[in-house]
């Protein structure tokens, strides 16, 4: 089961800016394609065009080669879990679980335990969603997407609304999901972190452009625009003019080291916990170090850089494509 988008045109009335512009992308079967990007940039948008809860403009959405941009939602086999769980309240988990199934019995029962198990609220079936942490109905919410045996799985900001210190479990459990489901997975988010985490393919969208889209950490290192050089990462690429185009290195990729060749002062230390990011003013302008929490340098210390040519990405400066 494979997806595809070809040339998606989609915005809102009153809106001069589209809010997707000619987004064409393919996800094949067995792959979760992360879709990362600040507010705005059109990816819950493109979700709903997927699941049919919007319609594009133009363009066509493709499932295993068929056109299904004409079907109606229910058709469409996609199942869309949202910010918010939207979980019926006035049920059981037990009871949202089977509004998903196909069908009931004892074998639909069977069902509901099983993947109300895999992810972690089998001993919560009898409670209401109103009795559950923010984890756990998000689980519940995954766990009736995939008991409704959708084609697709679209997943808009699950961890949006949850506190850090659940974050990462119900993000693993996010990724465990591909043990169970075989269809595409296609997760929106505006956190980078949770993208690389979860994505076998990245994809950067940005004012309603598709940027960028490959292995997660390709895109990162290498990536092919200085939007997605800007956006990507805690702290952004550094960038400098550099022989009439703009040259792009990575923060955590600069060294300071005696031998450096780019001389500069500090003029701001950030500590993070693990790490700590110093600012660096040199005659190529600011350019900002990521070092080891026991590095000592200090502001208005004096600095030696270096630039390791490996990891520099080299932009246009006019059309902001790398190209090299």
Partial sequence: ?????????????RHARAALDRVSLEVARG???????????????????IAGLLRARSGDVRLDGASIVDLPPQERRAALVFQDDALFDNMTVRENLRFALRSNGASGEARVAEIAAALHVGERLDRRPRQLSGGERQRASIARALLSEPSLLLLDEPLAHLDPSLRRSVRDEIVGVRQRFAGPVLYVTHDHVDAMSVGDLLAVLIDGRLEDVGEPQRVYDAPRTLAVARFLGERPMNLFADGGA??????????????????????????????????VETDRGTIVARVPAAD????????????????????DSETGVAVA
């Fill in 31 to 49: 792959t979760t394609l992360a879709i990362v990007g600040p507010s705005g940039a059109g990816k819950t948008t493109l979700l709903r065009v």
């Fill in 296 to 315: 000592r340098t200090q502001p208005g210390e004096n600095a030696m850089l270096d630039l390791p040519a490996q990891w520099c990405r080299r932009f």
């Fill in 246 to 279: 703009l040259l792009g290195i990575r923060p955590e990729r600069v060294r300071l080291c005696a031998d450096g060749t780019v001389p500069g002062r500090v003029t701001r230390r950030e500590t993070t916990g693990a790490d700590i990011y110093l600012e």
């Fill in 1 to 13: 089961m494979s997806l595809s988008t070809r040339e998606l045109i989609a915005g809102y009335p």
